[in-house]
């Protein structure tokens, strides 16, 4: 622990504190997430089977609910000194200008090209893809984190790299687009005519758009059609969230140094890969009994899975090619509002989260998002940092929290995740600017219909 | 000195290793830069008559050229912690890939909303105005850099900003426009109908996209003719250059901890903040007799101020409002070529680096912009930042250098300013991955016609 009373602005690890391993919060839980199934025998995935989509490597980290570190290779622990560690920083210009007792932390992961915390992983999958002599990976992006991300670590690798954007997003965001080109990335507008289902797709809906689901469907299509490609998913695996940790262990590390006990740890959620790997070193100690921690996780009202889904079995995708896991869903047929801005627009939830959540380890909270557009200005403009529609659902709750320590006159820890900037968000802050944006929250009768997509498994 | 062999990817001061004062290089120039001049009597310009456009305090840096140091007011100093100390990462991918011996080290200023270094003397100069009393500062901007900048410095400080942006950025730049708007700035096309110079030019040129010496001049008349306001401007000015040495002063410590000499100081030029703040205080060692640098000023070659300019007084904006200053131009009447695509496009030179040139304490190299989006295309893949098309001269060059090194089998340190990133810039990169991006060099006959437009006072 550093002997010293002031806390600087930016706390970060030298190269020799950061950590060598990642954490598999998996091992400590005594009840386990409940196996991903085969969509096709509705049985628990095996390592065969599940080799066939992703690099051999990954599908055993996937299955692999025991080991509790795994060594990072040191070819990513290079890629990793070239954007980590990232900061943990104290909003100290925050807390005056709340005027709360409370100190606020936040670890921000958005200081790299891709602007987010998906690179943490992209490097990981390309790695182990590369290193298993494959020539390429494919993948789909919606607004394009997490191709970017992917397209930088297998430039880096000397990979090929194959996009699937979704078509709206293809032609309303040309600038990701364009960085992922740069990176030398083949990126297709979904659906397109490359691939059975989205030929297919194209002929039942002629001039659509496009969804996730479909560039899912694509990017697996292709991947399963080409020798030597495999398919990788930016979040909701639990390889992802093991990848992640290095967020949360970097978080505890830093916290450490300076004897700094959290009191609150919160995170944006979407498919759960921040959020897991923020929360899982914090939410280990308190599974083997060493600490007790606030958890929040916090999801947009227009996409809320954890406050108003089920536990159930769904499909992670709308094409139904890959396993299905046990999560808090919404129904793989829901889609949030057109209204709605940002990402987190994913209708499940990652199974650890899912499962860490039903165990009571953590709380979940919805937040609409011209509120969290708000927070996002005032953190703007007082931190110094624009951040992405998804890491401000955890500065509105941030905030919300160290307000209620001002009127308790508490001086809790609260630590969050701001997960990326939002140079590329900057259509939905015009609408914020211009005071068009409206809050879209869904009906019982929306939701329950989406709920009646799931699979008559559970 | 860290007792180390081994020198991390990046790195970073400590808090209280950071410099606490700005340093002058004209304090230590025997020869000094000519004096500015009053466009009206074409006599120096007196501390009153500049305080009439700029603060007090930034009018007496202006004119001060004996006093070596000056303190950074505390308030500046937390506002720098937001966001520096700025990395000084040793591109060890880079080396690599290029497989040579030389040690490339870059000072990379883009980690910060505004994405580049232009936040450091913004804060400064908003700062000032704050502290005389004045209720707001007035500017223009091209491309959107300085005035996201300004937007965030006055945001912080509660200060009014109004900008005046060169109508055709304003239409194609919607995202920087909106960055500046969530900051709270208010943001004029220029040529507006706010200002008598703004009427006056569309009426006579009805339907015009505008220039920044327009911009310039509806700026200045707009904080002349309000109460409590003053005119502020990102670069060529030597108060500019003060508090840009930031990051030669932070560079030089960084360096300095690691016991390592640099041989060569490579920054990109448009009107020199960045590249005088750089090298300030390596020149001033040279300057004091304590040590030798090879400095290296890398202009666009459809820009050349300083390889194909003239040195001489010329008016610093196309409206003739501002004092004239001495310096390397190519006269203020010249406009790039609309092929041009990053910034980098002023017709002059700060007069500091002008006098530096003039003495021979740098060299200036002019490079092609194909050549610069090839390096920067390089530069993102293997060290994994988005560079900004005004940073990437400075990476071409360093990479020039760093092969001749590999030729030459020596072991050079070379540095050089990575000012920013290219987020904001993907229209660019998008004409370059299409195999769309021309060349451009005007010819001697454009130069001679622009540098007829000189003043007859030389």
Chains 1, 2 share one sequence.
């Not at 159930?312 to 709308?318: G, K, P, S, V």
């Not at 951040?387 to 941030?398: D, L, N, R």
Request: net charge negative.
């Amino acid at each position: 622990m550093k002997m010293t009373n002031e806390i600087p602005y930016k706390i970060y690890l030298e190269e020799q504190e950061m950590p060598r391993e990642w954490y598999n919060v998996r091992a400590d839980m005594k009840k386990k997430p409940a196996p991903i199934l085969n969509p096709n025998t509705l049985q628990p995935v095996t390592l065969e089977e599940l080799s066939g989509i992703f690099c051999e490597e990954l599908a055993k980290q996937e299955l692999d609910d025991t080991t509790p570190y795994f060594s990072i290779p040191q070819e990513i622990l290079d890629f990793y000194k070239m954007y980590r560690p990232s900061p943990l920083v104290r909003a100290y210009c925050l807390e005056k200008q709340l005027d709360t007792p409370a100190h606020i932390y936040y670890k921000f992961e958005g200081n790299n090209t891709s602007g987010s915390h998906k690179l943490n992983s992209a490097i990981a999958q390309a790695y182990y893809a590369k290193n298993q002599g494959l020539k390429g990976v494919t993948t789909e992006t919606g607004a394009g984190q997490w191709g970017t991300a992917l397209s930088m670590a297998c430039s880096y690798l000397g990979l090929d790299c194959q996009v699937y954007m979704v078509k709206c997003s293809y032609e309303q965001k040309p600038f990701r687009r364009e960085v992922m080109r740069t990176y030398g990335a083949r990126v297709t507008p979904s659906p397109s005519m490359n691939t059975e289902i989205g030929r297919k797709i194209n002929a039942e809906f002629p001039g659509t758009t496009g969804s996730l689901g479909c560039a899912i469907s694509e990017a697996v299509e292709s991947a399963l059609s080409q020798d030597g490609y495999r398919y990788v998913l930016g979040s909701v695996l639990s390889q992802v969230l093991l990848h992640q940790s290095i967020i949360g262990l970097e978080a505890k590390a830093a916290l450490d140094k300076y004897g700094i006990k959290a009191d609150m740890i919160i995170g944006c959620a979407g498919g759960g890969s921040n959020l897991g790997g923020l929360i899982s070193p914090f939410v280990g100690e308190i599974l083997r009994g060493e600490a007790n921690y606030d958890i929040i996780a916090v999801e947009p009202a227009s996409c809320p899975s954890l406050t108003r889904g089920v536990y159930a079995y769904d499909f992670c995708d709308t094409g139904k090619v890959c396993p299905l896991a046990k999560m808090y869903t919404l129904g793989s047929g829901f889609i949030p509002s057109a209204s709605h801005a940002g990402g987190l627009r994913y209708h499940g939830m990652s199974s650890v989260v899912s499962e860490l959540y039903d165990q009571g380890l953590l709380t979940a909270r919805s937040v609409e998002q011209t509120e969290v557009f708000k927070a996002a200005q005032t953190f703007a403009r007082i931190e110094g940092i624009l951040p992405a529609p998804e890491s401000s659902h955890a500065i509105k709750v941030a905030i919300d929290e160290a307000l209620k320590c001002k009127e308790t006159n508490e001086t809790k820890n609260i630590v969050f995740g701001l997960t990326g900037t939002g140079y590329f968000d900057m259509v939905a802050y015009q609408k914020f600017n211009d005071g068009e944006m409206r809050d879209y929250i869904p009906t019982d009768e929306e939701l329950r219909k989406a709920i009646d997509t799931l699979p008559k498994i559970n």
